[in-house]
């Protein structure tokens, strides 16, 4: 099977490629051709721009028990199709990823999807509660990729060391959302915005707390420990020194916490209930600063696909989360021109560093139409969850296909329009 | 638009309130004129008309309250409103029914007004912004958010006394962080020109970054009270506190409470106000409560005509 991309913008972080060419797609991978083969299918590329697919590395499954029971693979499509090559679960998914039988109760669900490939985060301690070791050698057997907390509750210093110590004489990465469990009781960050609207507010210290803490861990036990969803300047200073220091450390901050500060809640928009909260404009500059610089490995989508009523309620009382899948390309872009990063960077942030850490070699390219302008509504979005903070507005940039093995599947409204 | 741009018409008029900010001087001035013809002193017949004669008012409390939920019902049956209370303890919102369809089934009874008090902040625009057009909101205190008329009876208040705001030094004092009214306070004073306005309170009673509101922050009282012309203090409120703020034995009154001697640190003529309920012996002393300089119970008397005004100006016909 073989294609070819005429005049497309092609994004290769393994040869620092960043240019339009042509391009010959067969089973075999990618390579420049210097003419177009007549007697090879070839499609006009010239509007779009092709880049590694996007990995993610915190991803929260639906709800598996869902009457429609395919949410799984609803959403793995969902991934695909807003070019997505690989997402990992987070473990507090349902069924908990704590057991070899949860684990393959999803990946049966994601096998027929025909979406991004999945990989598991197992649970970091038995059934998330924070006191006892999982099985953590069964989850690695079982497939797991890393082991995680999910959205609960850090451990106590005295069970996370054990945690990271018997982690790291398995080899595992342990992926670890920095909150100090009772400083973190709150919805929105500690400032003047919270204040003024009378909101709980997590401080910052509630994050760099947790962060000095499992620094210290991982210099105790060796393991290597990833940072999931960092929100503060402070953090990103004490990642920096780490990564100085040779600790096995890296990180990843959420789409929305780079293009969006605490001023998005200032009309109680409950879309913008997130966790780790939007926080300062100062926080955000630093956080785009430490992408830019590497400090930051990746930038995750964060998505967590919640129903209408998760956000129907007073500001506190709602859930905390974004449907995120469809508005990650279109806010990568306004990251990119607000931020004047690269396509190499923003390869290197959607795909190349979590995949590395993950071990991944890229199986899927995106096709991407950065000028084309839609509106993010029920209609047009891909995932299940009706909390996407961007609903109803226009965006700019969308994934018009992507490209495997010599295979390329385009959409359909590319496919009218290039006339394949 | 938000509820905020919402609460008044295209004419200017006021359609809800949630809040103070969004309001502005002269629509407070008008408020405060129009709360004057209603008022009358205790003892003498009280002022009543029949200007919302067939309308229907709600008052939907979620948090339970005597001295407000009376003020609000007061008010709309003096200006010839009928009244219903709902009761949330016995309502289908305790038998785990959401907000939204507790609104919604209580819209399709044909309600004019809801009057809320919810302990979530922001509750009363998500109501505002879910509500069916017409239906008017009435913030009676959201979480730690806003109690928009507090903090206009109070200003009322200080107006009758000190009419000229534009002179005055306000202290308001005590549990900060939790209070709805100290955050409508600070709008409806700066509104109305106060130029300096004091918090004072502990560290762990003071909200972040509460200055960018244009006050000044103390956690000395001495130094905070020193020369004001008006002296609010509020209580702690226990009942919003998860965690530790305070230690206990009496250390808040030792250090925040206003006293006789602390009082002789404002000025000679301070006002000493407080929203109620008063806790005596833990952020005021009895003496001053019920001293010469104290205007407590003015502040209660002044709870009805405010409430009357507000609500004639939002669903009276004719009203400014």
């Known amino acids: 099977m073989s294609v070819q991309l005429s005049g497309v913008h092609w994004v290769d972080p393994a040869s620092g490629h960043d240019d339009r060419c042509d391009l010959l797609a067969t089973t075999q991978g990618l390579q420049q051709v210097e003419r177009i083969d007549p007697k090879i299918a070839c499609v006009d590329a010239r509007s779009l721009t092709l880049i590694p697919g996007f990995v993610d590395l915190g991803c929260s499954l639906p709800q598996a028990d869902l009457p429609h029971g395919d949410s799984i693979a609803v959403e793995l499509r969902a991934a695909r199709q807003n070019g997505f090559d690989l997402v990992c679960g987070a473990p507090d998914a349902q069924p908990l990823i704590d057991s070899a039988a949860a684990i393959e109760w999803i990946e049966r669900r994601a096998a027929g999807a025909d979406g991004a490939r999945l990989r598991l985060l197992g649970a970091l301690t038995q059934g998330l509660n924070g006191t006892a070791l999982s099985n953590m050698a069964a989850l690695k057997a079982s497939g797991c990729v890393g082991l995680a907390q999910g959205r609960a509750a850090l451990p106590a210093a005295d069970t996370l060391r054990q945690c990271l110590r018997y982690a790291a004489d398995l080899a595992l990465r342990v992926h670890l959302r920095p909150q100090w469990p009772s400083l973190s009781a709150g919805c929105a960050h500690d400032g003047a915005q919270a204040s003024a609207l009378g909101l709980a507010g997590v401080p910052v210290v509630a994050e760099t707390a947790a962060v000095a803490m499992i620094l210290c861990l991982v210099r105790d036990s060796g393991c290597a420990v990833h940072f999931e969803r960092l929100s503060c300047a402070a953090s990103t200073t004490m990642l920096a020194a780490a990564k100085q220091e040779g600790l096995p450390v890296s990180a990843d901050v959420s789409i929305w916490n780079l293009l969006f500060d605490d001023a998005a809640i200032a009309g109680y928009d409950s879309q ?36 209408a009523d998760a956000k129907l309620g007073p500001f506190a009382e709602t859930q905390a989360g974004a449907s995120s899948l469809d508005a990650y390309l279109p806010l990568l872009l306004q990251l990119m021109q607000r931020e004047s990063l690269s396509w190499l960077d923003i390869a290197r942030l959607s795909h190349g560093a979590a995949a590395s850490l993950l071990a991944e070699v890229p199986q899927r390219w995106s096709l991407i139409d950065p000028a084309m302008v839609w509106t993010a509504d029920t209609e047009h979005c891909l995932s299940q969850g009706q909390n996407n903070p961007l609903r109803s507005q226009s965006l700019r940039g969308r994934v018009a296909g992507d490209l495997s093995g010599g295979e390329l599947r385009l959409g359909r409204h590319w496919q009218h329009l290039l006339g394949v | 638009m938000t509820p905020i741009d919402a609460q008044r018409r295209s004419d200017g008029r006021l359609q809800h309130l949630l809040t103070i900010r969004g309001l502005d001087r002269e629509l407070i001035q008008a408020i405060f004129r129009l709360a004057e013809q209603y008022l009358s002193p205790p003892g003498q017949a009280a002022c009543s008309s029949e200007l919302l004669r067939g309308r229907t008012i709600t008052n939907l409390f979620f948090e339970s309250s005597t001295r407000t939920r009376s003020a609000f019902e007061i008010a709309a049956k003096r200006l010839g409103a009928s009244v219903s209370n709902m009761d949330v303890g016995s309502s289908s919102t305790s038998k785990g029914e959401t907000l939204l369809d507790t609104l919604k089934t209580l819209e399709a009874m044909n309600v004019d007004m809801f009057i809320v008090r919810h302990g979530a902040s922001g509750a009363a625009e998500f109501i505002a912004r879910h509500i069916r057009p017409g239906v008017a909101v009435l913030n009676a205190g959201d979480g730690s958010h806003a109690h928009p008329t507090q903090a206009l009876l109070d200003s009322f208040t200080i107006a009758r006394h000190k009419p000229d705001f534009s002179q005055l030094r306000v202290a308001i004092v005590g549990d900060i962080l939790h209070s709805r009214v100290a955050r409508s306070e600070i709008r409806a004073l700066k509104m109305l020109g106060v130029p300096d306005i004091r918090l004072v309170a502990p560290r762990t009673l003071m909200p972040s970054g509460i200055g960018e509101l244009g006050v000044q922050c103390f956690h000395d009282m001495d130094q905070g009270i020193r020369d004001v012309d008006v002296l609010i203090m509020l209580r702690l409120q226990r009942e919003r506190m998860n965690g530790h703020f305070l230690p206990g034995g009496g250390e808040f009154f030792a250090r925040y409470g206003l006293t006789s001697s602390r009082l002789s640190l404002a000025k000679s003529d301070a006002l000493v106000m407080h929203p109620g309920p008063i806790n005596r012996g833990v952020e005021i002393e009895s003496a001053v409560a019920d001293g010469p300089q104290s205007v407590i119970l003015e502040q209660v008397n002044h709870g009805v005509p405010i409430r009357m005004a507000v609500l004639a100006m939002i669903l009276g016909e004719g009203q400014p």
């Open chain 1, 272 to 307: 913008f209930h997130l966790n780790p909260p939007l926080r300062s404009g100062n926080d955000r500059q630093a956080l785009c600063a430490a992408v830019r610089n590497g400090v930051i490995d990746a930038i995750s989508a964060d998505h967590r696909p919640l129903g």
